[in-house]
């Protein structure tokens, strides 16, 4: 080992300046020079200036809703991959019919059937409940829950709610299959010793096979991560007060398309490559050797 | 089940029945019509060419493999029965892997305290207390902060007997355990498995071993096509095998 690192050092220094400039990381100087000139364009103009300011609670929303989402997602897509890869056929088949479902619709279409659909009808469905309660079996504590389910109103569901719910459902069909893939790549070796010590099958998921599957997964959940965030962007059409739709409300506000869209796509660029250099760190801190 | 009729019915003695056992995977027949029994503290040691069943019918015996009929006890408690809480049987039956199957994301400890703690809800303490004397019994006391990917292939086995041992199980089943060693590190781990035959423990070896077979084994199997071709004790099968296909095999290794 030692005499080929010593070889290509020397034959680093044979190498024409056109081979060295090729090693440089060039992506990441234009990024950065790119971001250095936006930040001077913040700094000397008030329009920048005024448009970085209404934008702001919109980013607070984006990541507060990409962050709720996601966490909702990763949990409902873990039972539903554990569903994918069950023998259990009532599981596997609900989960799969799920998956293959909302996988095939666009997540904008999802979000507003969640919103104008979904959401009313589950509305009606509680009423339904608290009428029956109230006028039947409603006891003690029971009773003003009844009312309370009786007397919802379509109100008082935000909108943001929907949309985080939106979210939520459309990614966990992604996650699942992420969590099912990284299940099914750990040897069956790992799940036949686990029983083999006496672990029942969810201990042997619990203990053995999740905790190598999920940081086997990593990668690609926060790939899908940074995507949900860019995918918040599609709750504009809610009216939910998050980047994209501020970024309408302030072009109309001062015609300045050009500024605000500017500010927007570099508010999000920020978001997102922050949010790669995270997940990479968390990556390392996981990782260990196989 | 006529022929349960004429046999002798199984004794306290015998710690693994197995009777009539059947298991195919398709179109292959792995085990065809097996009948065995191993009694509590005998090593039985099961040889014959490589995809003759030897494996299936280890592993039909803590049920990794269901079989397709036929009826295995072990301890006294019918493992087939639908009834059965398999988790109870496999706690007491220990398994060694050809490919070792240690759990990657786990230190040597805790590979040996994970089930202990899980399965035999001991104390963390008492768990570890445990693995570092099985550490200590199969000689890498060094090695319990160690992940298995820094291990020798011979210390990662040692490592999966120790974890099986911690269970404090009353059969153990070695499935190949040296196939898949260097040849030097053969001897860490027979020398292991040699100590528990000394100790008493029942043991179901599969394996290549003759070696072993010669020093630890009372009763040898010799399995070939699915069939149980011949049975018989250590010394007599060396000395004289009956059937002609056990003795162009043994020609072949010895």
């Not at chain 1, 104008?116 to 504590?141: D, E, H, K, R």
Request: net charge negative; hydrophobic share 50%.
């Amino acid at each position: 080992m030692a005499v080929t690192t010593k070889t290509e050092e020397r034959e680093s220094k044979l190498i024409p300046w056109t081979g060295r400039l090729a090693d440089v990381p060039w992506w990441a100087l234009i990024i950065l020079l790119l971001g250095a000139l936006i930040v001077y364009f913040f700094l000397i103009s008030p329009t920048y200036q005024d448009a970085l300011l209404f934008l702001r609670a919109g980013v607070r929303l984006t990541i507060g809703v990409s962050l709720i989402s996601f966490f909702l997602a990763l949990i409902l897509g873990l039972v539903l991959g554990l569903g994918r890869v069950s023998n259990n056929v009532v599981f596997y088949t609900i989960s799969s019919v799920y998956v293959e479902v909302v996988r095939g619709i666009p997540i904008l279409v999802l979000l507003i059937y969640f919103a104008y659909v979904v959401t009313p009808l589950a509305l009606q469905f509680l009423n339904w409940l608290g009428t029956t309660m109230s006028g039947s079996l409603a006891i003690g504590p029971l009773v003003g829950l009844a009312d309370r389910l009786a007397d919802l109103s379509i109100q008082d569901v935000e909108m943001t709610v929907r949309a985080i719910v939106g979210l939520a459902f459309a990614y966990a069909a992604f996650e699942a299959e992420v969590f099912r893939a990284g299940i099914q790549s750990i040897q069956r070796g790992q799940m036949e010793a686990a029983r083999s010590l006496g672990m029942g099958y969810f201990q042997g998921m619990r203990y053995i096979i999740l905790p190598q599957a999920i940081r086997r997964v990593l990668p690609p959940l926060g790939n899908d991560f940074i995507a949900m965030l860019k995918d918040s962007s599609l709750i504009s059409v809610l009216a939910v007060r998050e980047l994209t739709h501020l970024g309408k409300l302030n072009r109309a506000r001062t015609f300045r398309t050009f500024e605000t869209w500017n500010t927007v796509a570099f508010l999000y660029l920020v978001l997102t490559l922050s949010l790669s250099v995270f997940v990479k760190l968390i990556e390392r801190r996981m990782a260990y050797e196989e | 089940m006529k022929s349960s009729i004429v046999e002798p019915l199984p004794t306290d003695d015998d710690i693994i029945v197995i009777e009539h056992v059947y298991k195919s995977f398709g179109q292959v027949e792995a085990v065809i019509d097996a009948n065995l029994t191993v009694k509590r503290g005998e090593v039985c040691f099961i040889f014959g060419p490589s995809g003759g069943g030897k494996s299936t019918l280890l592993r039909c015996i803590n049920h990794l493999e269901k079989p397709d009929s036929g009826i295995i006890i072990v301890d006294g408690i019918p493992v087939s029965d639908a009834k059965t809480n398999i988790d109870l049987v496999r706690a007491e039956v220990g398994m060694v892997f050809q490919l070792f199957n240690l759990f990657p994301h786990l230190t040597a400890l805790g590979n040996i305290t994970i089930a202990q703690e899980k399965v035999r809800k001991r104390s963390k303490e008492e768990a570890e207390r445990i693995a570092r004397e099985l550490l200590e019994r199969v000689g890498m006391p060094e090695k319990a902060d160690v992940y298995p990917d820094q291990l020798s292939g011979g210390q990662k086995q040692r490592v999966a007997m120790a974890r099986a041992l911690a269970m404090n199980p009353k059969i153990m089943l070695f499935d190949e355990p040296t196939s898949a060693l260097d040849p030097e590190m053969i001897k860490e781990v027979l020398d292991v498995m040699l100590d528990l035959a000394k100790e008493g423990m029942t043991m179901v070896v599969v394996s290549h071993e003759m070696g072993f077979a010669r020093a630890a084994a009372d009763r040898m199997v010799f399995l070939e096509e699915g069939r149980i071709i011949e049975e018989a004790t250590t010394e007599e099968l060396f000395a004289s095998p009956k059937e002609e296909r056990t003795q162009i095999f043994l020609s072949h290794i010895l």
